[in-house]
């Protein structure tokens, strides 16, 4: 049976960014964190349960609201610098936290800083030809957008630690930010959907790898358009999928090569009407994801043919990553197992049984 006296520890620390302040200060911070009391801690006196309900449920919503504030920070100052360097852009926001799948108090966020002077074109669109043939090289001018992005964070923020050594982002973290925020250079690129559509999230994003001088295609609005989309149609339950399997992944005493994206992307193949349930049978929700995954470990033909939600790749593009999936269900595994153990003792003697005992509970 899982410690969970400890990893209730865990994934409190993390929501609450206990995990971020110096305990030994006992600063006021710490203390008002401390004392707080989530509504999923009031509804359970098991341990067990009372972890898996905690690991679905969203940040509260002041703590994502630090991440956006000191994200528009950062965006305000590169946008006035840029602009005084002569380089149009425009900024958005990707991953977990504007997915609100995001697991931790201090989440970092993602802000991607978009040359608005130029976009490169899928020479197969219906519109291609309605494009001007731009002055200049893209990688070059990419390259100094970095460079330009490097100077200014550099400039405005003097106590903040940057660390520019990532191929394709420039990271500040500590001094005056409350939260580490990953500044990520890149350009738009109109694919052939977008062409005809004029649609935000058929819209494709290059980065820049300055390591590899490479720009490399991403589809960040689909993929977020698509989870959206499937939480929608399950009344929450992707979303809550979603969190449980990042904290379980977090939780699990070896490290599980899995990333928030491959995660969100198993979660969207789950059948929606078995996602879609009512918070009192939220503990069903386990056994529910507990059998998706077993399919998947069960039929590795199938699922290493699984692409992401944008189609940009597979989400099993590598035996380490089916190894992942497979501790992952097994992580999973133990947890059914351990509610169950709790909610009927003398009722968890097979696989079928513990996912009956899940799906009948009541929690409220």
Not at 99 to 117: E, K, Q, T
């Amino acid at each position: 049976m899982g410690n969970y006296t400890q990893k209730l520890s865990n994934m409190r620390s993390r929501r609450l960014g206990l995990d971020t302040i110096n305990t030994l200060s006992k600063s006021a911070s710490f203390v008002e964190a401390a004392a707080f009391t989530e509504a999923y801690e009031t509804r359970t006196k098991s341990e067990a349960i009372k972890y898996a309900l905690g690991a679905m449920q969203p940040l509260e919503q002041k703590y994502t609201q630090i991440s956006f504030q000191e994200g528009e920070r950062v965006r305000s100052q590169l946008n006035t610098g840029l602009q005084s360097a002569g380089i149009p852009a425009t900024f958005e926001y990707q991953g977990s936290v504007p997915l609100n799948v995001h697991i931790r108090f201090a989440s970092d966020i993602d802000l991607l800083v978009l040359h608005d002077g130029f976009v490169t074109v899928d020479g197969a669109g219906p519109r291609a030809s309605a494009y001007k043939t731009l002055p200049g090289n893209v990688l070059v001018n990419m390259l100094t957008l970095r460079r330009q992005c490097e100077q200014i964070i550099e400039l405005k923020f003097p106590a903040v630690t940057v660390d520019k050594s990532g191929a394709k982002s420039i990271s500040l973290s500590g001094g005056s930010l409350q939260r580490k925020v990953d500044v990520v250079p890149s350009h738009w690129h109109d694919t052939a959907t977008y062409q005809i559509t004029r649609a935000k999230h058929d819209r494709e994003v290059k980065i820049l790898n300055q390591d590899e001088y490479a720009l490399i295609p991403n589809r960040p609005f689909l993929h977020m358009l698509r989870i959206e989309e499937k939480d929608l149609a399950t009344n929450g339950g992707a979303k809550k999928a979603i969190r449980l399997l990042k904290n379980v992944k977090k939780d699990a005493d070896s490290d599980i090569k899995l990333s928030s994206y491959d995660i969100a992307s198993l979660v969207w193949y789950c059948d929606n009407d078995a996602l879609n349930k009512p918070y009192y049978l939220e503990l069903s929700l386990i056994a529910k994801i507990q059998h998706h995954l077993q399919v998947l470990v069960d039929n590795p033909d199938i699922t290493n043919k699984l692409d992401v939600p944008d189609l940009s790749r597979k989400i099993i593009d590598s035996q380490e990553k089916f190894l992942a999936l497979q501790h992952l269900k097994m992580e999973v595994d133990e947890l059914a197992t351990d509610i169950a153990r709790e909610l009927k003792p003398l009722y968890y003697n097979s696989y079928e049984a513990v996912r009956k005992s899940l799906m009948e509970a009541h929690v409220f």
